[in-house]
């Protein structure tokens, strides 16, 4: 299995609150994302980041910011937390090209707003 | 745009059956790849499958298969004499792109084999 975490596994929060989930992984890829998966969607791409500081937006990107300081962490942001951010948000890493090799996923943590 | 479409929201069989999932996607680049991945109920996703665009030839690894045809655009995946541990949803993707930013899922198949 691909070393990855992710924390915290599972958060509570209220609207307007800021939130910040943290990926890890010890694989050394350069390649990680962030997704978030809601029911009748599959998994939506939010940013991405192809190197240490250097990121990108994806699909549904509103509202969220990432950082990637080291080549091992990705931090996805939630400024101001809201109710339509309720959801389960995956981390994943891919070793190259990503378009030629799979990514793999983190656990996954779940995030309710209320 | 690229685009998954898995028309089966739900399938339901009982234990030995065979069982086929339907992705169908959409691209208009002519190198892409396609990926399934399973999503058992414990939550976590597990790659099953790459191929890319110009590999055209079945796959088998064990009771699992995948059926690509680009003239269908279609890349299904068939479960052979299906067990209770295959229960899960099923994502089929799509990647095109150079830093896998267009990685799109489809909304996923759940599948449930009964005893």
């Known amino acids: 299995d691909a070393g990855i975490t992710q924390s915290p596994r599972h958060k509570v929060t209220e609207t307007g609150t800021p939130v910040t989930l943290r990926c890890h992984q010890t694989e050394n890829h350069r390649y990680m994302y962030w997704y978030r998966q809601d029911p009748g969607h599959g998994l939506r791409l939010i940013h991405y980041s192809y190197g240490v500081k250097d990121t990108d937006k994806g699909e549904v990107s509103d509202g969220y910011s990432v950082s990637r300081s080291k080549t091992e962490d990705f931090l996805l942001t939630l400024e101001s937390a809201t109710s339509s951010q309720t959801s389960v948000y995956f981390c994943?890493?891919?070793?190259?090209?990503?378009?030629?090799?799979?990514?793999?996923f983190g656990p996954g943590t779940r995030l309710t707003v209320t | 745009a690229q685009k998954v479409t898995q028309a089966q929201t739900e399938i339901s069989v009982v234990e030995k059956e065979d069982v086929t999932l339907d992705c169908v996607y959409e691209t208009r680049d002519t190198t892409y790849y396609l990926f399934w991945y399973k999503q058992p109920p414990s939550g976590e996703l597990v790659f099953l499958i790459r191929?890319?665009?110009?590999?055209?030839q079945n796959e088998i690894s064990g009771r699992y298969s995948w059926n690509f045809q680009k003239s269908t655009s279609s890349f299904n995946f068939t479960i052979t004499a299906s067990q209770v541990v295959d229960s899960a949803v099923y994502f089929c993707?799509?990647?095109?792109?150079?830093?896998?930013?267009?990685?799109?899922f489809g909304p996923g198949t759940r599948l449930s084999v009964l005893p």
């Open positions: 191929r890319n665009s110009f590999d055209e």
């Open positions: 993707a799509l990647s095109v792109g150079i830093y896998g930013q267009n990685f799109v």
């Open positions: 994943a890493i891919s070793e190259s090209l990503p378009d030629r090799y799979e990514q793999y």
